[in-house]
């Protein structure tokens, strides 16, 4: 099983990125997918989660209004993206599927992680 993330990369504040995660060796369609964000010397941070029907949307309070996430069940894929980009945002993200349907703020909760794609923001 793999999550694989894409999109990262060097933007201006005020900018946007989207990055992508693609599951390969076993579906997610029943499962939550989130993102979350580790800075240089700071703990693993929640960003999103969308439940496995992308019915249900959940955001840290310091990306809400400026992240969205969003699956392709059929593409095996969760998307986010970024708009109106901070330097606090800068950050590497990862992606993970969840244990459940619907997921929450807790990594515990998170069963497959992908490797990280690192976002730079520039001031």
């Known amino acids: 099983v793999q999550l694989q993330a894409s999109g990262g990369g060097l933007v201006q504040a005020g900018g946007s990125l989207r990055l992508s995660c693609a599951a390969s060796?076993?579906?997610?369609?029943?499962?939550?997918m989130g993102w979350f964000r580790q800075a240089p010397g700071k703990e693993r941070e929640f960003v999103a989660v969308i439940s496995w029907n992308g019915g249900r949307q959940y955001y840290a309070d310091s990306v809400k209004g400026r992240f969205t996430i969003s699956r392709d069940n059929v593409k095996n894929a969760v998307t986010l993206q970024m708009n109106t980009l901070k330097p606090e945002d800068t950050a590497d993200y990862y992606c993970?599927?969840?244990?459940?349907?619907?997921?929450?703020?807790?990594?515990?909760?998170?069963?497959?992680w992908g490797q990280g794609t690192l976002v730079t923001v520039s001031s």
């Open positions: 060796g076993r579906m997610f369609s029943n499962n939550a």
């Open positions: 993970a599927a969840a244990r459940f349907a619907v997921g929450g703020s807790d990594p515990n909760d998170y069963s497959y």
